[in-house]
C-alpha cells in the first residue's frame, strides 16, 4: 500500500482511532521475533459495541427528539440555555444516526459502505460530539451569567438572546472547524485483506504528529474545555444559591451536583484512555497485554461516553419541573389525538401552548434552576 507504514512503530499505530468508530489495523502486530494478535479484542467489540450503540441511539432519539418536540410546539426559547438546549438536542440526534454505521462496521469487522459515507459520518459523528460538548459549556456560562450576575445581567442576556441565531451559528463554525481533520485524512482503504474507515496521511507526513495533533484537539475540546468551564461557573452558582433565601435552592444545588457527577462519570474514563493512549504513540516496545488491555478499555469507555448524549435530556430537561410539565402535555395531547378528531386535538395543544407562555417570565428557562 502505497503511504504506508515506515517502521515498526507506525505499523502498530497506523489506524489508531482516537473516536472510536472503527477496528483499528493495530489488532495485529506482527515482526520477526513478536507476534500480538487481538482476534479476542475484535470478538469482544463485534459483540459488544453494536448492542450498546443500538441502545445509545434507540434512547438517544427517543429523549433529544422529544425535547425538539417540545421546543418546538409546547414551549418557545425564551432563555439562551433553551436556545442551547434546543440546538444541543439536534446535535444529540445527528451524533446518534451516525451510531448504526459504526455499529455495522464493528458487528462485521470491517467497513462496508463507500468513501463518502466514510468522510461524511465520521464527518458528522465528530462535529456533533464536539458541538455538544462546546454547548454543554454555554449552558454552564449562561447560567452563571442569569444567577451569579442577576443584578447586572438582564440587559445582557436580552442582547445575547437577539443574537441567538448569530451565537449558534459561531458555535456550529467552530465545532466544524475543530473537527475538519475528519474529512480530510478519513477514508476507507485496505488493510491486512480488509476496508476500514480511518485516517490515513501521506507519506510525506508525520503520523505521530499528526495523531497527537488530533488527540489534543479532542481532548481539549472534548472534555477540558467543559470540564473548566462546568467547575467554574456551577462552583459559583452553588456559592450563590447557599447564600439566598431561596426554599427551592436545595433542589437546585442537588441537579447541579448530579449534572457535574454524570459528566465526569461519563468523560473521565474515556478521556483518561485517550492520554495513555497519546503517552504510547510511537513507541516500539509496547507490551501485547498492555495493548489488548487499552483496546478493551478504549470500547467499553467510549460507549460511556456517548451515553452523555442519552442522559442531556435528562439533566438539562426533564429534570426542571416546567419541562416536565410540557412532556406532560405532548403525552396528553397525543393520547387526545388518538381519541378525538385532530381539531380538537390541535386547539388543546394551541391553548396548553398559550397558557404556559403566559405564566412564564421573559428570561424563565426550562432548567430546574
Not at 505499523?11 to 506482527?30: H, K, R
Not at 444567577?147 to 440587559?155: C, G, L, Y
Request: hydrophobic share 50%; aromatic share 12%; charged share 15%.
Amino acid at each position: 500500500m502505497s503511504g504506508g507504514p515506515r517502521s515498526l512503530g507506525d505499523a502498530f499505530n497506523l489506524s489508531e482511532d482516537y473516536f472510536g468508530s472503527g477496528n483499528g489495523s493495530d489488532y495485529t502486530l506482527d515482526d520477526e521475533s513478536l507476534l500480538c494478535s487481538m482476534q479476542d479484542v475484535r470478538t469482544f467489540s463485534g459483540l459488544f459495541v453494536p448492542i450498546a450503540y443500538s441502545l445509545i441511539c434507540v434512547f438517544g432519539l427517543l429523549g433529544n427528539v422529544l425535547v425538539v418536540i417540545t421546543f418546538a410546539f409546547y414551549k418557545k426559547a425564551k432563555s439562551m440555555t433553551d436556545v442551547y438546549l434546543l440546538n444541543m438536542a439536534i446535535a444529540d440526534i445527528l451524533f446518534v444516526l451516525t451510531l448504526p454505521f459504526w455499529a455495522v462496521s464493528h458487528a462485521t469487522g470491517k467497513w462496508v459502505f463507500s468513501n463518502a459515507m466514510c468522510k461524511l459520518m465520521k464527518g458528522i459523528y465528530a462535529v456533533n460530539f464536539n458541538c455538544g460538548m462546546l454547548l454543554l459549556t454555554c449552558v454552564s456560562m449562561d447560567r452563571y451569567i442569569a444567577i451569579v450576575q442577576a443584578t447586572k445581567s438582564f440587559r445582557l442576556r436580552s442582547r445575547t438572546l437577539a443574537h441567538r441565531r448569530a451565537i449558534c451559528l459561531v458555535v456550529w463554525g467552530a465545532s466544524v472547524l475543530i473537527s475538519s481533520w475528519t474529512f480530510m485524512f478519513y477514508q476507507k482503504y485496505s488493510v491486512q485483506s480488509r476496508d476500514v474507515c480511518e485516517p490515513h496521511f501521506p507519506a510525506t507526513a508525520d503520523p505521530v504528529r499528526w495523531k497527537l495533533l488530533m488527540l489534543g484537539l479532542q481532548l481539549l475540546f472534548g472534555f477540558f474545555v467543559p470540564l473548566v468551564f462546568m467547575i467554574f461557573c456551577y462552583m459559583f452558582i452553588i456559592k450563590t444559591l447557599v447564600q439566598a433565601q431561596n426554599s427551592k435552592r436545595h433542589k437546585a444545588i442537588r441537579v447541579i451536583i448530579a449534572v457535574v457527577l454524570v459528566f465526569l462519570a461519563c468523560q473521565i474514563p474515556h478521556n483518561m484512555v485517550l492520554l495513555v493512549t497519546a503517552v504510547q504513540l510511537g513507541r516500539t516496545d509496547r507490551e501485547c497485554q498492555g495493548a489488548k488491555l487499552l483496546a478493551y478499555g478504549r470500547n467499553v469507555t467510549e460507549v460511556l461516553a456517548f451515553l452523555h448524549c442519552c442522559l442531556n435530556p435528562v439533566l438539562y430537561a426533564f429534570i426542571g419541573q416546567k419541562f416536565r410539565s410540557y412532556f406532560l402535555k405532548i403525552v396528553k395531547d397525543l393520547w387526545c389525538v388518538r381519541r378525538k378528531p385532530k381539531a380538537s386535538g390541535f386547539l388543546e395543544t394551541t391553548a396548553s401552548r398559550q397558557n404556559s407562555e403566559t405564566v412564564d417570565n421573559e428570561n424563565a428557562s426550562s432548567f430546574t434552576m
